[in-house]
């Protein structure tokens, strides 16, 4: 479950890595481009919704919660020092969504298939956010052939409810 799907309210979903879950907060954390629009929908207090699956294991979790976009915090600058290069590497490139007349990953032609330096990625920098989301209500699902379960969870607890 570490590709979740995360949708925001103007009813955009996209895939993210996700970066860490720090439980006792309910807080999910993932990197994102600044630039991007969704940072815009979110700010600091929009409602997101977060897709896990696991294949394997045939459970469904729907988290729903209030997201909020950090840039040039304590916590962003920690995501952007414990990331590697390659990843980082990401925002040097155009901003999401920008139109081209050929397929593109949109980096400069200079950074394609290199590992930058330190100081190549310096003006990159900016152009990274924190996208953290903390949960209010989580969804577990159960799929079987035998009969599907179904949970609500949140902070003080959690019950069962038909699938």
Known sequence: MHTPVIATSDADARIMVLRD?????WTLRFHTDARSPKTAVIGDGGPV?????DRVEKVQIRCRGTGRIEQGTALAD??????DNFARRCYLGAPPGETREEPSSGLPDWIEGQRPTEEQLAPARSNLAV???EIEE?????????GH???LIDRDGGRWITP
């Not at 577990?140 to 035998?146: A, D, F, H, P, R």
């Open 78 to 83: 920690r995501a952007w020092s414990t990331s």
């Open 138 to 146: 989580a969804d577990w699902y159960y799929l079987s052939n035998g």
């Open 21 to 25: 879950f720090d439980e006792p907060a």
């Open 131 to 133: 996208l953290i989301v």
């Open 149 to 151: 379960r179904r949970a």
């Open 49 to 53: 919704g977060v897709l896990f699956y």
